[in-house]
């Protein structure tokens, strides 16, 4: 069967009132047709009037399972998008999710990861997107109708009957409120029109605020944000769901002019009909009619058929891809953020499961273990970092995937995060069950406060947040050479014997003379002596400190000292921070700190035989990078500091190669002998 014959074989996922309007779509669609519907209460009335000629299955797992079904449209409340987007990608099913694709911007991610990998569909179903309307409107933006664009107003506001609790609109378990359920509109718009009148099919705001009245279940029932565009663009857009609103796009131009659409979501209308973009002048107005007999949702049901009958996994423009997606939904997190708007599902006593729906597994192997000196339990061979977080659900997805793949080893220190990082990972050990199965970095006296008695000060506070009553490895955070090394080794040794650091001691960004005093010092009074170090190492020796106080060792003569004494370290910018991506080159001078910290010709020699050996193992350049590290004749254990999922598999991709002392001396520079063994 051709690709022009063959139909979409769609079912739907949670048959509510807006599947019922998909449904109606996917009938006057020309590559699809509805087969089956997933629902919870099969037998519940009006099902079958609802969706003629589908099949009603019970349940959204026989609807995943049904090899009849190709694509699945996800119209489930709010907050289970994620998880059945993630479970019909790992079945096999293309998936269309109503909006917003995921509570965040971080779930969305995940979503977007599992079709990545699964090589399945995924778009966002914002519908007035594919509608002729809109792409008339961009064009008219294009040409300059009203000379160059300066702001965009749009609001989407309703009111309810009255403040009803147990509605999906009110229901802060559900996720209600207007933000999540209209706000998107006017801010796809606002991102959409300000792509426009750049030539481009969208853009990003770097500021927003937002403001909102939050109801008495805690959800927004009217709110308004401001949108600046780096291009000086400002967007006013507002929504609610207790607050009628006028609910007309307004775009105004430098020819004193503006462009109005009503309702701009409905476009033609449900059913048809002829949609009018208004152009008002300071003489007049034109109004330019859309004429379109199709519906309107048959026609994202089209763009998403033809995209999965193309083999491609998102949207064509002018229909929302992914990273269109997550540009919208970062907006929502940001004007949520400014209003305080967490729902209670978000946090952790009822984040119980993985983003997936699932329990958290142990027992991954991709992220190998090794015995270190001193720790009670193997640590991976890989320590993770994550102080870009600032919610439990949005860093609970990271976490996860990295425990599930082997990886137990987490770095937090007093300072990141301002103290959230270690908040974080405490609500999330807690919750998980698994304190017992990690190994967990804590790390103080960070300058200007590098004094000893600030150690136990800081630990006390670090393990509160942590929920805990010791850490696995500690490290002083910073070094102070006018401090006698002695009390600083007291310090820790007290925190030893106190029972709360249960593992190895040391310093991060110490110098090899101060950890030589630290450790014969220790050794003549009986102390625990330092036996760790988190210092910079990589590939690319660090020219210069990154930070002040930064110790990098990377020469031969700190090789050699790791080495003699077989000190583990816990290597920070492991991957030369961007010096083995395509942001670095000899000709590329743009990114002052890469110049400043990496640029050598030394540096650049390794950057170009890691970027020839990756070449031969079908590998990128930071993963032979990686690899580098891991190889090392020491204890070795690099962070990472992946953001999304993707960069956390990409991250991984490192362990699939096998580095020889041959081809470390190659990548080095101190041998000819080109590398002889690929991967392992």
């Excluded at 009245?213 to 507002?238: M, R």
């Excluded at 929504?239 to 009503?262: F, H, M, P, Y």
């Excluded at 979501?265 to 009909?273: L, M, N, V």
């Excluded at 009074?525 to 020219?543: D, H, R, V």
Aim: net charge negative; with cysteine; proline share 6%.
């Amino acid at each position: 069967m051709t690709s022009e014959s063959r139909k979409i074989r769609w079912g739907i996922l949670g048959p509510g009132t807006i599947a019922k309007a998909f449904a109606g779509g996917v009938a006057h669609s020309h590559p699809g047709t509805l087969v089956a519907i997933g629902a919870r209460n099969p037998g519940k009335s009006g099902l079958a009037e609802n969706f003629p000629g589908a099949r009603i299955l019970d349940g959204y797992e026989a609807l995943l399972a049904d090899p009849n079904v190709d694509a699945v449209y996800i119209s489930t409340p709010h907050p289970s998008h994620a998880e059945w987007a993630i479970k019909a990608a790992e079945a096999g099913k293309h998936v269309l999710c109503e909006k917003p694709m995921g509570l965040t911007a971080f779930e969305a991610d995940a979503m977007i990861h599992a079709a990545r990998k699964a090589g399945t569909f995924l778009g966002e179903a914002f519908m007035y997107r594919l509608h002729p309307q809109t792409a008339k409107l961009v064009e008219l933006v294009r040409s300059g109708a009203i000379g160059e664009v300066r702001m965009v107003k749009s609001s989407f506001g309703f009111a309810m009957p009255d403040f009803m609790p147990e509605h999906r609109l009110y229901a802060n378990d559900l996720a209600g409120g207007g933000i999540l359920d209209v706000g998107g509109y006017p801010v796809s718009m606002a991102r959409l029109i300000a792509g426009a009148a750049l030539g481009k099919p969208f853009a990003e705001p770097d500021k927003v605020v937002g403001a909102a009245h939050l109801g008495q279940s805690g959800v927004d029932e009217w709110a308004s944000a401001l949108l600046h565009f780096p291009s000086g663009i400002v967007a006013e857009v507002s929504c609610g769901i207790s607050l009628a609103q006028d609910n007309v796009l307004r775009i105004l131009g430098t020819k004193g002019r503006r462009i109005e659409v009503t309702d701009f979501w409905y476009a033609a209308g449900r059913e048809g009909g002829t949609g009018q973009i208004r152009i008002i002048r300071p003489g007049g107005e034109e109004v330019v009619e859309v004429r379109e007999d199709r519906w309107l949702y048959a026609f994202e049901a089209d763009a998403a058929g033809e995209a999965i009958l193309a083999g491609k996994q998102e949207f064509a423009w002018p229909g929302m891809g992914w990273a269109d997606s997550l540009g919208n939904l970062r907006v929502l997190d940001k004007w949520r953020a400014a209003i305080g708007l967490e729902y209670g599902i978000e946090k952790p006593e009822r984040r119980v499961n993985t983003i997936s729906g699932r329990r958290l597994r142990s027992g991954g192997t991709t992220i190998p273990k090794r015995e270190i000196p001193g720790l009670p339990r193997p640590a991976s061979c890989l320590a993770l970092g994550f102080e870009d977080f600032r919610t439990f659900s949005s860093g609970m997805i990271l976490l996860d995937a990295y425990f599930e793949a082997g990886g137990n080893v987490f770095d937090t220190a007093y300072i990141y995060g301002s103290g959230y990082t270690e908040t974080l990972l405490g609500q999330w050990l807690k919750n998980r069950g698994v304190r017992e199965q990690a190994v967990v970095i804590g790390k103080g006296a960070h300058t200007p406060l590098c004094y000893p008695d600030v150690i136990g000060k800081q630990l006390t506070q670090s393990l509160d947040r942590l929920q805990a009553d010791h850490v696995d490895v500690y490290f002083m955070h910073r070094d102070d050479p006018d401090v006698p090394v002695d009390e600083f080794v007291d310090a820790m040794d007290r925190e030893v014997r106190a029972g709360r650091i249960r593992g190895p001691f040391g310093g991060s960004n110490w110098t090899r003379e101060r950890m030589d005093e630290a450790i014969a010092y220790a050794e003549r009074t009986g102390k625990q002596k330092p036996g760790a170090l988190s210092n910079n190492f990589s590939l690319a020796e660090m020219l210069v400190p990154i930070w002040p106080g930064c110790v990098t060792s990377s020469s031969d003569e700190w090789k050699a000292w790791l080495t003699a004494r077989q000190m583990p370290n816990f290597a920070w910018s492991s991957q030369g921070r961007g010096f083995f991506t395509g942001r670095a080159g000899r000709d590329q001078r743009d990114n002052e700190e890469l110049v400043r910290v990496w640029y050598s010709e030394k540096n650049f020699g390794r950057r170009d035989r890691a970027i020839e050996l990756a070449n031969r193992l079908g590998k990128s350049p930071i993963h032979v990078a990686l690899a580098y590290v891991l190889a090392q004749p020491f204890p070795s254990v690099p962070l990472i500091g992946p953001r999304t999922l993707d960069e956390l598999d990409d991250s991984l991709q490192a362990l699939d190669i096998a580095l020889s002392p041959d081809d470390i001396a190659w990548l080095d520079g101190g041998s000819d002998q080109h590398p002889a063994r690929r991967t392992g």
